[in-house]
């Protein structure tokens, strides 16, 4: 039971930090852009990171740790115009954390934070 609810503190404070969809709706900004994303998180404690790019240039997705080291990098080759991954945060230590997308030049960047919430133990005499 205590795991189960840090797993769903965790990703109440996950969904709390991380909100963030920015999709171009206009074909002339979809046209200027190397790419859109939509990154957010469930309530099954995963960050979904959406990438859709508009140009036949290569991607980075990275996630980096507060001090900058990072956790995760992926490519997306030229040939790929739709990115879809759903990261599970989970194992990931408390803190801080930024997922950046970048190609041609152009760069997102979100933070989420992984926090712990402690549960109190009580104890009843009878």
Known sequence: MKSSIKSIAMTMVIAATVAFNS??????????????????????GKIHVNVDKYTSDKAVVLITNKSGEAMYREIIDRNTGKFRKAFNVNELPAGTYTI?????????????????????????IK
């Open 100 to 124: 950046e997308v970048s190609a041609n030049g152009q760069k997102t960047e979100k933070q989420f934070e992984v926090a712990e919430i402690r549960t109190e133990r009580q104890i009843s």
């Open 23 to 44: 999709f171009a709706d206009d074909k002339e900004s979809k046209k200027a852009a190397a790419f859109g994303t939509g990154i957010f998180a469930s309530k099954t």
